[in-house]
C-alpha cells in the first residue's frame, strides 16, 4: 500500500504539463448524469431540517451544486451553493499550504527545531518539527484533550492566548517525534502562531494574500474575530430531545486545526487549483501531495492537510470535518479529475456517506468495468448453496438461493465485506478463480467459480 502512496505522486508529477494536469481520462463525461439521481441522495433534508450543499467538480469546473435543507431555521433561509460553512478539519489543508508557502519564501525551515520560531514551547527531551507538524507525527498531545483534562469548556471564555498557554505548559509527548502518526490538533493551532511570528500577518491575512485572493475565493476567511459579521452563514445544529436544537460555541477564532469560512462555489476553486496553480505557492499540487516519511523510512499516507486513499480501487485524496453541528467531506479521484464536496450542518449527518453515494453515481460506469471481473457463480462441493455475484448499478452484490442480495462493500484489494462476512476474491494470474468466506466464528471457506 505505502508503494502505492509513492507510486501515485510520482504519477501526478509526471503528468504535469504547461502548468496544468492532464486527466488520464480525459474523454470522460459526466454530462448523462440524473441530477434527480443526486436529489435523491438528499431527499431527507427539507424545510423543516438542518441540511447539506453539495459540489461536483471535473477538470477544474463545478460541474453540480445544490443546497438541501435550510442554513437557519429561525429565518427560514435555505442551503445554498453560496452558503457559508465553518469546515471544520478541511481547514488544515489551508494552514499546511500557508507553512509551504512560509517555506518558499525562506521565512521558515521545516526541519528546524520549533523552538526556534516559537520560543515559548517546553524543551521537548526531542525537538520537534513543522515538517512532523504537517504529518501528524510531532507526538503533540492534542488541545481538545488537553481542554478536557484540564475542565475547561469550549465556549468563548477559552481564548486562543489560553490554548497556546495550556500546550506550551505540556512538555511530554505522547511518543518520539517522526516515530508514529497521532491526529493533533495542536499541532496545526500552532502553525497558526508560526504564521505570526514569522510574517507578522495573521494566518487570516497570510491565506488571504497567497491563496484565497489569487484562485479568487472572495467568500472564504479564516474566522479569527468571533463578532465578525458572514453574509449568508449556515448556522450549526444538532439533534435534541424537543427536535433539531442550535450547536453553538463562540471560540472559531482558534483557527489553524479548523474555523474556515467557505462555500460550495469558493471550495470549488480551490479543488481546481490542484490542476492548474493560480495561488503563489509554487509546484503547489506536487507539494500539498507530498507524503510523510517516518524516521524509519516508511512513507505514511497523509500530506499537507490532506490524507491520501482508495476508494473502491480508485485513488483519493480529501479529508473530512467535524466540529460542533458542523460536517464536511471532500474526495477527489486523480484519474478522472473529479471532486465530491459535502458540506453539512447537523451533528448526526455524515458528509462521508454522501461523498460516497454521489461518487458512486457519477463514476458508476467506471465501477461497473472495473468490477465485473469478480461476476458469476461460485460453488463449493460440500455445501449445497451456489453463491452468484451480481453487479448493478457499479455496485457488486452477493446472492445466495432465493434470498435477498447483499451488497459486497470494497475493503481492499481483492477484498469485501457483506454481512459479517468477509469476502476475498484468489487470482490465478490475472483471473478470479475462487472466492473465500470468513465469519468471526468460521476460517476461510473456499468456493470455486464456474466456468
Same mark, same amino acid.
Given at each position: 500500500?505505502?508503494?502505492?502512496?509513492?507510486?501515485?505522486?510520482?504519477?501526478?508529477?509526471?503528468?504535469?504539463?504547461?502548468?496544468?494536469?492532464?486527466?488520464?481520462?480525459?474523454?470522460?463525461?459526466?454530462?448523462?448524469?440524473?441530477?434527480?439521481?443526486?436529489?435523491?441522495?438528499?431527499?431527507?433534508?427539507?424545510?423543516?431540517?438542518?441540511?447539506?450543499?453539495?459540489?461536483?467538480?471535473?477538470?477544474?469546473?463545478?460541474?453540480?451544486? !445544490?443546497?438541501?435543507?435550510?442554513?437557519?431555521?429561525? =429565518? @427560514?433561509?435555505?442551503?445554498?451553493?453560496?452558503?457559508?460553512?465553518?469546515?471544520?478539519?478541511?481547514?488544515?489543508?489551508?494552514?499546511?499550504?500557508?507553512?509551504?508557502?512560509?517555506?518558499?519564501?525562506?521565512?521558515?525551515?521545516?526541519?528546524?527545531?520549533?523552538?526556534?520560531?516559537?520560543?515559548?514551547?517546553?524543551?521537548?527531551?526531542?525537538?520537534?518539527?513543522?515538517?512532523?507538524?504537517?504529518?501528524?507525527?510531532?507526538?503533540?498531545?492534542?488541545?481538545?484533550?488537553?481542554?478536557?483534562?484540564?475542565?475547561?469548556?469550549?465556549?468563548?471564555?477559552?481564548?486562543?492566548?489560553?490554548?497556546?498557554?495550556?500546550?506550551?505548559?505540556?512538555?511530554?509527548?505522547?511518543?518520539?517525534?517522526?516515530?508514529?502518526?497521532?491526529?493533533?490538533?495542536?499541532?496545526?493551532?500552532?502553525?497558526?502562531?508560526?504564521?505570526?511570528?514569522?510574517?507578522?500577518?495573521?494566518?487570516?491575512?497570510?491565506?488571504?494574500?497567497?491563496?484565497?485572493?489569487?484562485?479568487?475565493?472572495?467568500?472564504?476567511?479564516?474566522?479569527?474575530?468571533?463578532?465578525?459579521?458572514?453574509?449568508?452563514?449556515?448556522?450549526?445544529?444538532?439533534?435534541?430531545?424537543?427536535?433539531?436544537?442550535?450547536?453553538?460555541?463562540?471560540?472559531?477564532?482558534?483557527?489553524?486545526?479548523?474555523?474556515?469560512?467557505?462555500?460550495?462555489?469558493?471550495?470549488?476553486?480551490?479543488?481546481?487549483?490542484?490542476?492548474?496553480?493560480?495561488?503563489?505557492?509554487?509546484?503547489?499540487?506536487?507539494?500539498?501531495?507530498?507524503?510523510?516519511?517516518?524516521?524509519?523510512?516508511?512513507?505514511?499516507?497523509?500530506?499537507?492537510?490532506?490524507?491520501?486513499?482508495? =476508494?473502491?480501487?480508485?485513488?483519493?485524496? @480529501?479529508?473530512?470535518?467535524?466540529?460542533?453541528?458542523?460536517?464536511?467531506?471532500?474526495?477527489?479521484?486523480?484519474?478522472?479529475?473529479?471532486?465530491?464536496?459535502?458540506?453539512?450542518?447537523?451533528?448526526?449527518?455524515?458528509?462521508?456517506?454522501?461523498?460516497?453515494?454521489?461518487?458512486?453515481?457519477?463514476?458508476?460506469?467506471?465501477?461497473?468495468?472495473?468490477?465485473?471481473?469478480?461476476?458469476?457463480?461460485?460453488?463449493?462441493?460440500?455445501?449445497?448453496?451456489?453463491?452468484?455475484?451480481?453487479?448493478?448499478?457499479?455496485?457488486?452484490?452477493?446472492?445466495? @438461493?432465493?434470498?435477498?442480495?447483499?451488497?459486497?462493500?470494497?475493503?481492499?484489494?481483492?477484498?469485501?465485506?457483506?454481512?459479517?462476512?468477509?469476502?476475498?476474491?484468489?487470482?490465478?494470474?490475472?483471473?478470479?478463480?475462487?472466492? !473465500?468466506?470468513?465469519?468471526?466464528?468460521?476460517?476461510?471457506?473456499?468456493?470455486?467459480?464456474?466456468?
Amino acid at each position: 500500500m505505502k508503494l502505492l502512496y509513492s507510486i501515485f505522486i510520482l504519477s501526478l508529477c509526471l503528468i504535469l504539463h504547461a502548468g496544468q494536469i492532464v486527466a488520464q481520462s480525459a474523454q470522460i463525461s459526466f454530462d448523462e448524469i440524473d441530477t434527480a439521481e443526486v436529489d435523491s441522495i438528499f431527499a431527507d433534508y427539507t424545510t423543516e431540517t438542518p441540511g447539506c450543499a453539495v459540489g461536483v467538480t471535473h477538470q477544474g469546473g463545478l460541474i453540480f451544486s !445544490k443546497g438541501y435543507g435550510m442554513a437557519n431555521l429561525d =429565518y @427560514g433561509i435555505p442551503i445554498q451553493p453560496d452558503s457559508k460553512f465553518m469546515i471544520a478539519s478541511i481547514s488544515k489543508q489551508f494552514t499546511a499550504a500557508s507553512i509551504l508557502m512560509m517555506e518558499q519564501e525562506g521565512l521558515i525551515d521545516l526541519d528546524e527545531n520549533l523552538k526556534t520560531y516559537i520560543p515559548e514551547l517546553p524543551d521537548f527531551e526531542t525537538p520537534i518539527t513543522a515538517r512532523q507538524m504537517l504529518h501528524h507525527t510531532s507526538g503533540l498531545r492534542d488541545l481538545f484533550s488537553l481542554l478536557a483534562l484540564n475542565d475547561v469548556g469550549l465556549d468563548n471564555t477559552t481564548t486562543p492566548e489560553a490554548t497556546f498557554d495550556l500546550i506550551s505548559r505540556v512538555s511530554k509527548l505522547n511518543f518520539e517525534p517522526n516515530t508514529e502518526y497521532n491526529y493533533s490538533n495542536s499541532a496545526y493551532f500552532l502553525m497558526s502562531i508560526l504564521v505570526e511570528n514569522l510574517t507578522e500577518m495573521t494566518l487570516r491575512e497570510y491565506a488571504d494574500k497567497h491563496f484565497f485572493q489569487p484562485i479568487g475565493m472572495t467568500d472564504t476567511h479564516f474566522h479569527d474575530d468571533t463578532g465578525m459579521i458572514v453574509k449568508n452563514r449556515a448556522e450549526s445544529y444538532r439533534p435534541t430531545d424537543n427536535g433539531v436544537g442550535r450547536f453553538y460555541r463562540d471560540n472559531l477564532d482558534r483557527v489553524g486545526a479548523r474555523g474556515l469560512f467557505t462555500t460550495i462555489e469558493d471550495f470549488a476553486k480551490w479543488d481546481a487549483n490542484f490542476l492548474e496553480n493560480k495561488s503563489n505557492l509554487e509546484n503547489f499540487r506536487e507539494k500539498m501531495l507530498k507524503v510523510g516519511v517516518f524516521k524509519d523510512g516508511t512513507e505514511m499516507d497523509y500530506a499537507a492537510g490532506i490524507r491520501l486513499s482508495e =476508494y473502491r480501487k480508485l485513488d483519493t485524496f @480529501g479529508h473530512g470535518g467535524n466540529y460542533m453541528g458542523f460536517r464536511s467531506g471532500y474526495m477527489h479521484f486523480p484519474d478522472y479529475e473529479l471532486g465530491v464536496i459535502v458540506f453539512c450542518n447537523r451533528s448526526n449527518i455524515s458528509p462521508a456517506d454522501h461523498v460516497r453515494e454521489v461518487s458512486d453515481l457519477y463514476l458508476k460506469e467506471v465501477f461497473e468495468e472495473k468490477f465485473s471481473e469478480y461476476t458469476g457463480s461460485y460453488h463449493n462441493n460440500g455445501f449445497r448453496t451456489e453463491y452468484d455475484i451480481v453487479i448493478e448499478d457499479g455496485m457488486l452484490f452477493l446472492t445466495r @438461493g432465493l434470498r435477498e442480495k447483499a451488497e459486497l462493500s470494497w475493503s481492499e484489494n481483492d477484498e469485501f465485506r457483506v454481512d459479517g462476512l468477509t469476502v476475498t476474491f484468489v487470482r490465478s494470474g490475472d483471473e478470479i478463480e475462487a472466492m !473465500k468466506l470468513k465469519s468471526s466464528r468460521t476460517a476461510n471457506v473456499t468456493f470455486e467459480r464456474k466456468n
